[in-house]
């Protein structure tokens, strides 16, 4: 079974702190995505990597950055956290897109984070 | 880009069928359509995908017309476990999931 794995389910953090969310998938894919999800809202993406050291830029990448320097590990970084980065934020990874397929994104459990 | 588009929520009482509707109209050829289930405090997991007619699963049922621009989730007998929010996927390389639809079923 696919396993993606989130360093923490809930994180406490204050304003103006650097915080790391780390995420692990040991299924070898070359996908790698950050979601934050926030009531009425649903899933938006933020980051997304489609190999090693390859970032590209998801639909709010305001205030996070993110690392992948090895195929397994996807970090997302708030560089200075503020209060409207309280959501919920999960990663997923998948295989690479073959053309014409479709390969199912796999989510690891979220990380609950409020920034206080 | 093959937006789609989903009720943001239903209501169902347990037993009964649940058919949740979404429409993609300008989904390409090469395209699938793809359903997800996210249950609170965990991540969406894929339950369903189909490119045309009909395709069943043990979790649901996918039925798509022949001009694809819809496509209909089906789920028998639900019961108060499968209250969820439901995403439908109409673009192959879709990571934009949307707000879903969030299904409530009540005793």
């Known amino acids: 079974d696919v396993k993606v794995t989130q360093s923490s389910r809930y994180l406490v953090k204050r304003t103006g702190e650097k915080v790391f969310l780390e995420c692990v998938q040991d299924?070898?894919?070359?996908?790698m995505f950050w979601y934050r999800q926030d009531p009425g809202l649903g899933l938006r993406l933020i980051y997304f990597?489609?190999?090693?050291?390859?970032?590209e830029k998801g639909d709010i990448p305001e205030g996070y950055s993110v690392s992948r320097e090895k195929k397994e590990r996807f970090s997302l970084i708030l560089e200075s956290a503020s209060t409207n980065q309280t959501s919920m934020y999960l990663c997923a990874s998948s295989l690479q897109l073959l053309a014409g397929s479709y390969n199912e994104q796999f989510f690891g459990p979220g990380t609950r984070l409020t920034v206080l | 880009l093959a937006k789609t588009t989903q009720p943001i929520s239903m209501d169902s009482y347990e037993g009964q069928e649940v058919n949740i509707t979404c429409s993609h109209n300008n989904i390409a050829t090469n395209d699938y359509i793809t359903w997800y289930q996210q249950f609170p405090s965990q991540g969406p997991r894929f339950i369903i995908q189909?490119?045309?007619t009909k395709v069943t699963n043990e979790v649901a049922s996918l039925f798509i017309p022949a001009d694809r621009k819809s496509s209909t989730l089906s789920l028998p007998r639900v019961s108060l476990s499968d209250t969820a929010v439901y995403y439908c996927?109409?673009?192959?390389?879709?990571?934009?999931f949307g707000a879903g639809t969030r299904l409530t079923v009540k005793p």
């Open positions: 299924m070898d894919h070359e996908n």
């Open positions: 990597s489609y190999d090693v050291k390859m970032k």
């Open positions: 189909g490119y045309k």
């Open positions: 996927l109409g673009q192959n390389n879709d990571m934009r």
